[in-house]
């Protein structure tokens, strides 16, 4: 089974409203990873976390916000968003057994989460 | 730095017809992974191989067949017999560490394919 589930799978949200994406795996995976992906463009790493830390932010502005309560759970809370932040949202996960460098396995994406700012 | 380039951005068949998506990679790296994904209109990223540095073996399923060249940094994907369910855009990815510890997928701008009934 390689499924990552996420949701909502579309969400529309003024630029002064809370809001948070969900994504779940239960593969045992140690690395899970949200992306941004406009329209007619490949994704962007947004962030990684393996062992349910923080390995990599790639800069990401602090209106986003990643939490990872345990191995199997990821969120990326919204808050003060843009209208240039609409886009397709996708979390991913990878085995990444201890002692494998981060980035070695297959990454599994879930359907993503359609955001749209107002 | 790594880069991939997937020089083809549109292309068009019709129904039946043999069609190979372009990749070449670039990378400091001796090891490293190569990998494509589907991405059908309803958004999801379907893993579809993954291949590493020293298997320089063609791959084949099904309809698929990959063609993985190092002397010309290459990793070709070609559909036989295409089917009005491959259309979608068809993204090439790399996985090295030649910039640091850990890595990130590197994307190509991905391949639109449209196939015509």
């Known amino acids: 089974d390689t499924e990552v589930t996420q949701t909502p799978k579309h969400l529309v949200m003024g630029m002064t409203n809370k809001k948070s994406l969900k994504c779940e795996q239960h593969?045992?995976?140690?690395?899970m990873y949200w992306y941004k992906q406009k329209a007619k463009k490949p994704p962007e790493l947004m962030f990684v976390?393996?062992?349910?830390?923080?390995?990599i932010n790639e800069s990401v502005p602090s209106r986003f916000s990643p939490e990872c309560p345990n191995s199997s759970l990821l969120n990326l809370h919204l808050h003060a968003l843009q209208p240039e932040d609409s886009a397709l949202y996708l979390c991913a996960s990878s085995q990444e057994k201890g002692g494998t460098s981060l980035g070695a396995d297959t990454q599994y994406f879930g359907p993503g989460t359609r955001l749209t700012v107002l | 730095a790594q880069k991939v380039t997937q020089a083809q951005t549109e292309i068009s068949v019709v129904e039946k017809e043999d069609v190979t998506l372009d990749c070449v990679y670039e990378t400091r790296d001796t090891t490293y992974y190569l990998f494509w994904y589907k991405q059908p209109p309803s958004g999801e990223l379907v893993f579809l191989i993954r291949r590493n540095s020293f298997d320089e073996q063609n791959e084949i399923s099904g309809r698929y067949s990959w063609n993985f060249q190092k002397s010309t940094s290459s990793f070709n994907f070609t559909i036989t017999a295409s089917q009005v369910v491959d259309s979608a855009v068809y993204f090439c990815?790399?996985?090295?560490?030649?910039?640091?510890?850990?890595?990130?997928?590197?994307f190509g701008k991905g391949i639109t394919l449209s196939v015509r009934p």
């Open positions: 976390y393996s062992y349910e830390k923080l390995s």
């Open positions: 990815a790399l996985s090295a560490w030649d910039t640091g510890a850990n890595s990130k997928l590197t």
């Open positions: 593969m045992g995976h140690r690395a």
